[in-house]
């Protein structure tokens, strides 16, 4: 299956997120400053750093859904799949339908499983009734999560266990066929085991989609990512592939940070 | 070691006084209901039959039945609520669902608060003023619904927005983030998880709406009327104002026909209550989050 592509252009861009000089403040208080950052596509990035570090800040402003708060101000661009997405002619529904997001505590809508996966499909496609099937079982089965709900699909979705329904969280995300999904801490509310399932889903997606993962968990970053982003006080410290900033870092905050120095 | 020391002693007596003290506050808060509902039933309790509910009052209303007045409320109510619940939910979905938090929002809030805590007497000369002569619907069921629904309204509101806001912040963000427009999320999510307190807020109007007498006196209920409404511009009687005319304005009236009046009023209320209380019961057993 093929990552999404731009209309123009027949050929993936090698980078699917790739910012310059973005800079970003809640009201007076600056939350990022100067991030550049090239994430490659099709690939798994982790975003790490300490608590208020801007690494949700910046996984929140690449879907735009920072700016519902109302005293967000950006500078700087932010390019997915090589279109400013801060572009005036840019409509937000594109943008969020192309850019899916997981979040921390799994948000299934207290709606039917099957109802679930379709709701971003309904939203986008007018009246087509046709596979509808295949799309739940095509999603199910991607999130590995066919076999344990395909004979209870008319159950609410908020009636899984917690690994389950963040398992339909990302599932629901993948009939509207996105290109890139913002996971923010998907795992921390999940117990050891629903940690290691949805690790585990997530490496399956590998390749399909790019994925920016937010962790606050060293050795899941280190598990589950390819590259990995080291993040301190609003400022990009290192970005480098996951093995070699873990084993070699290039900078001394980033050797700290891992060595549980501070964090 | 574990034994009983004075101090604990001393503890436990005073907070077991607080602890009859809030109780038999508690307690004292049932008494006038039970009161007013033994007193009612007792009094009014023989006149009760389906001729009452079901035929017009008759000898200068001193005897009869109270069907006109029973028809007129329905009426009123059922007129009212048309005018007033498409106005105070589509206004709590606006203030909930889609304005900031602005000086604009602010403002309908304090004018909201302020319009719950108007007197309903004043509710009455405005309805004269705006309905009855403004717009020119005489003293009608239209004007009196509408004055009923102008004062009722905060309460819709007011509930709507309650039922709105407990629907989880994070339903919306999971359909936003799916590409879903304002009105898609409010259509498909907030609305349907929102219906149980909303149709709550709307049947807690009715009882009061049934039982407000001053605003319609002067905009459309009437003392007496041999017959009954046929549309929304004709006057009718109403339970609320009948009952003020057989306990004050008439003479020779039987003692128990006013209690079996107010009797019958209230259990429209108190049926309407129940209703609410049972629905939304059943709706919360069905929804799980």
Redesign the interface.
């Known amino acids: 299956m093929n990552a999404i592509i731009d209309q123009d252009d027949n050929q993936s861009p090698e980078y699917a997120i790739h910012t310059r000089k973005l800079n970003l403040w809640y009201g007076t208080f600056q939350a990022l400053f100067d991030v550049d950052l090239s994430i490659r596509n099709g690939m798994i990035t982790s975003l790490i750093g300490p608590s208020g570090c801007g690494k949700s800040t910046f996984l929140r402003s690449v879907?735009r859904?920072n700016e519902?708060l109302?005293y967000v101000r950006i500078e700087g661009d932010i390019n997915v799949l090589d279109n400013n997405i801060y572009d005036p002619a840019v409509e937000?529904?594109?943008?969020?339908?192309q850019i899916?997001?997981v979040?921390q505590?799994p948000?299934?809508?207290?709606?039917s499983i099957r109802d679930n996966i379709l709701?971003?499909h309904r939203?986008?496609n007018k009246g087509s009734k046709a596979d509808q099937d295949e799309i739940i079982e095509s999603a199910l089965k991607q999130v590995l999560l066919w076999d344990k709900v395909k004979d209870r699909l008319n159950d609410?979705g908020?009636?899984l266990s917690l690994e389950e329904q963040q398992k339909l969280?990302i599932a629901?995300?993948l009939p509207?066929k996105p290109s890139v999904l913002l996971m923010d801490e998907p795992c921390s509310a999940l117990d050891p085991k629903g940690t290691a399932a949805v690790e585990e889903l997530i490496w399956e997606l590998r390749g399909e989609y790019t994925i920016l993962i937010v962790t606050h968990n060293m050795a899941q970053a280190r598990r589950a990512s390819e590259e990995c982003i080291f993040m301190l006080m609003g400022k990009v410290i290192e970005h480098q592939a996951t093995e070699d900033l873990f084993v070699t870092p290039e900078q001394k905050e980033t050797a700290d940070y891992i060595e549980g120095r501070y964090g | 070691m574990f034994a009983e020391s004075d101090l604990n002693a001393r503890n436990k007596r005073v907070q077991g006084l607080f602890r009859m003290l809030f109780l038999m506050m508690t307690v004292l808060l049932i008494v006038p209901v039970a009161i007013i509902l033994f007193t009612l039933v007792s009094k009014g309790g023989g006149v009760i039959s389906i001729d009452f509910l079901f035929t017009n009052p008759t000898d200068g209303m001193t005897a009869g039945g109270i069907f006109p007045a029973l028809l007129g409320t329905v009426w009123i109510v059922a007129v009212a609520l048309l005018a007033s619940v498409p106005l105070g939910v589509a206004a709590a979905i606006y203030l909930n669902e889609y304005a900031?938090d602005n000086w604009f929002t602010r403002l309908i809030q304090l004018a909201i608060i302020n319009l719950a805590g108007v007197p309903s007497i004043v509710h009455a000369l405005f309805g004269v003023g705006a309905f009855v002569i403004f717009f020119g619907f005489g003293t009608s069921i239209l004007a009196a619904s509408l004055t009923l629904a102008i004062m009722t309204l905060p309460i819709v509101i007011v509930s709507t927005r309650e039922s709105l806001r407990a629907v989880?912040q994070?339903?919306r963000?999971?359909?936003?983030?799916?590409?879903?427009?304002r009105w898609?999320t409010i259509r498909?999510?907030v609305l349907p998880?929102a219906i149980s307190g909303i149709l709550t807020g709307v049947i807690l109007e009715v009882s009061r709406t049934a039982g407000e007498t001053a605003p319609i006196m002067f905009t459309g209920a009437a003392f007496f009327l041999p017959f009954l409404p046929q549309g929304v511009f004709d006057q009718t009687m109403a339970m609320s104002l009948h009952l003020f005319v057989v306990a004050t304005q008439v003479p020779g009236v039987p003692e128990e026909l006013p209690f079996g009046v107010a009797l019958v009023l209230i259990a429209m209320v108190l049926i309407m209550n129940s209703i609410s209380i049972a629905f939304r019961m059943y709706l919360r057993g069905k929804?799980?989050?």
């Open positions: 879907n859904i519902r109302g937000l529904v594109q943008v969020r339908k899916g997001m979040f505590r948000n299934p809508l207290p709606i709701f971003g939203l986008h609410k908020t009636e969280c629901r995300l509207v | 900031g989880p994070a339903f963000e999971a359909c936003w983030n799916m590409g879903a427009t898609q498909r999510i998880n929804k799980k989050w």
